[in-house]
């Protein structure tokens, strides 16, 4: 009746070693790191092993050890101060294209991390890291939507050959001055065409004003605040950061928080970085000879061509296309097997190519590359033949890893308006470790004084709850663990709610037991019936709670969303805990005594006869 098969004890078993083994690496805490990383596909932080430890050495400085892992070299380090000193060192040593950032790593040894037994990420308010709330220029994003429009305007109108007086700019509208009524009336027409979503009045006779309507411009807010938050998704991950938290606040702001980051002014520098491409029209050789007498030309700018050996290339600065119209970027090769970057333009970037370099057949166009305020020509090609389709190809002198690199940094995108940041906060390892003993303890305490109350109450049935509440903590944290699921203080908080949830089972099923044995039943009935009719009241309220829970993790935010997930998972390990684990050990007890005559449950009360 109260006995289980060998098997059932052999898995419970096991799932309480499995979560012990995913436990472990949480108790070995941070250790201080200097981490070394790149995004580009031609440097390899690898090689960067060797002179760093020369370099360290010579400076007197040891370290505890370096290893290469997820695409970035860490830096062991017994302290803050010296990781300090390392930092400096190390950066000069790497030299430029490296991304040198102050860090924590777990210090769980190696044999853990190769079956996969991490610790938990740690939520900022518990590892320290930097906090940022972002405000995005919304002015800078609308000058850029004019922009594209006032280009746009010159091509249309230079396609179909109206004469103009130019494109200037009133607050935040445009106007194009022409030379009579009929000029207007026909340029109109043609406007209305290339300007799907701008709106176009005529002022007097002979002037347009193009503005752009209400709806529009809540999409270009609403774009340039997605367009950043992807951007920072994609610089933040040369930083390292396990679980950043990069979400909109507000109709112009965007909070970043990037745990275990201690390094301000790094993380600053690459949230803020901006790559892109800008097609440009490259200047005659008279007019080069000239910039290179010293004496550059208005309207123009003096660059350089990549390579070995570079070329200096003499461009307009007037901006023909940009990187925003770039789709797709991908390494590829040329007709003649050489390395080259692969783009495809959406709809209007190729239109817009297309009719560019339709009309400068013959002519050079510059490719330009920006990334962290520098200007870099990747190609400069003469233009042969009309290219539409919005398929186009960059090559010139670069290899695979070079191509690779100029791929990945299209594909990551450039930022769609300037941010600032209005409000930082640093929160130090020490304040992090200061809330994890906190959180600690309080559960610690709670946790003694629920199972010294259960073990007085309920006798040998009290110290089964409490064993089945061990093994209870044990899965949630192996769980969160192998999850890698990101624990916070509100996380803690629910893991304090999950130990009152599951010993509430325990209540239930020990008072269900008494309650069989004040109707006379025998005791081994009395465990059996008390188990299996418990079971229902335990599962019906558990299923209201994690309803609840789903409805937080689904709704929710931020510390909300942590603290669901922990009460979500911690709902399902309680009910297996307090039913499988703690049933294993009654019938491990009093399953093989044929005439038992009673169990320790505490004082059994008994109505008196009438």
């Known amino acids: 009746m109260n006995r289980y098969p060998l098997w059932k004890y052999i898995l419970v078993v096991i799932t309480i070693l499995v979560a012990c083994l995913y436990t472990i690496p949480n108790f070995f805490g941070e250790t201080p790191a200097v981490q070394v990383s790149t995004n580009r596909q031609s440097l390899n932080v690898a090689a960067l092993q060797q002179p760093i430890s020369q370099a360290l050495q010579s400076n007197g400085i040891s ?17 803050e101060e010296t990781q300090l000193k390392a930092r400096d060192i190390i950066e000069k040593t790497a030299g430029d294209g490296y991304i040198t950032a102050l860090n924590l790593i777990p210090d769980s040894p190696a044999w853990l991390a190769k079956i996969r037994a991490n610790p938990m990420f740690l939520g900022l308010d518990l590892r320290g890291g930097v906090h940022f709330l972002m405000q995005v220029d919304m002015e800078a994003a609308l000058q850029k939507k004019l922009d594209s429009f006032s280009g746009d305007i010159r091509r249309a109108l230079r396609n179909e050959k109206i004469r103009n007086s130019g494109v200037s700019q009133n607050g935040n509208a445009l106007s194009v001055n022409f030379q009579d009524a009929q000029t207007a009336s026909r340029a109109m027409g043609v406007l209305q065409k290339a300007l799907f979503d701008a709106q176009i009045a005529q002022v007097g006779e002979k002037t347009l004003s193009i503005s752009i309507p209400d709806n529009a411009l809540q999409q270009i807010r609403e774009e340039a605040v997605k367009q950043n938050i992807n951007t920072l998704h994609n610089r933040v991950n040369e930083l390292g950061v396990a679980e950043p938290v990069i979400q909109q606040a507000g109709s112009d702001r965007i909070v970043v928080q990037l745990p275990g980051i201690q390094d301000t002014a790094r993380a600053k520098d690459i949230i803020g970085r901006t790559a892109t491409l800008e097609l440009h029209m490259v200047a005659d050789d008279a007019l080069l000879q000239q910039a290179l007498a010293g004496v550059v030309p208005t309207g123009y700018e003096l660059l350089y061509e990549a390579g070995e050996n570079p070329v200096p290339v003499l461009v307009s600065t007037q901006v023909e296309l940009t990187g925003d119209s770039i789709n797709a970027a991908q390494q590829d090769f040329d007709e003649n097997g050489a390395p080259a970057v692969a783009l495809r333009l959406n709809n209007q970037g190729a239109a817009i190519f297309g009719d560019l370099t339709r009309a400068n057949v013959g002519k050079r166009m510059a490719m330009v590359l920006i990334d962290q305020g520098k200007k870099e020509v990747v190609t400069a090609p003469v233009i042969r033949q009309a290219i539409t389709g919005g398929r186009v190809q960059i090559s010139g002198a670069m290899n695979v890893a070079q191509a690779i690199d100029t791929a990945l940094l299209l594909r990551s995108g450039s930022l769609a308006a300037p941010m600032e940041i209005i409000e930082e906060r640093t929160i130090g390892p020490s304040l992090g470790r200061e809330n994890i003993q906190k959180g600690f303890r309080s559960t610690l305490w709670g946790f003694v004084a629920v199972a010294v109350f259960m073990i007085i109450y309920y006798r040998m049935f009290g110290l089964f709850s409490v064993i089945a509440l061990t093994s209870n ?13 990101t624990l916070t203080l509100p996380g803690i908080a629910a893991i304090a709610l999950t130990l009152g949830m599951a ?3 325990n209540v239930l099923i020990n008072e269900r037991i008494r309650e069989e044995l004040r109707d006379g039943q025998p005791p081994q009935m009395a465990i059996n019936k008390g188990y299996e009719f418990a079971w229902g009241t335990i599962v019906d309220s558990n299923i209201t709670s994690l ?12 510390p909300v969303r942590g603290f669901a997930v922990v009460h979500c998972i911690g709902i399902l390990t309680s009910m297996y805990s307090a039913v499988v684990v703690s049933r294993s050990l009654a019938n491990l007890w009093y399953g093989s ?4 005559k009673s169990i320790s449950i505490g004082t059994v009360y008994k109505p008196k006869a009438e």
């Open 503 to 505: 010993i509430d089972a």
């Open 593 to 596: 005594r044929k005439k038992l």
């Open 547 to 558: 309803i609840a829970g789903l409805a937080l993790l689904i709704f929710g935010s931020g």
């Open 63 to 79: 370290h505890n050890g370096m290893f290469v892992a997820d695409g970035s070299l860490k830096v062991r380090f017994s302290d």
């Open 473 to 485: 903590l044990l899965f949630l944290i192996a769980i969160l663990s192998a999850l890698q699921a």
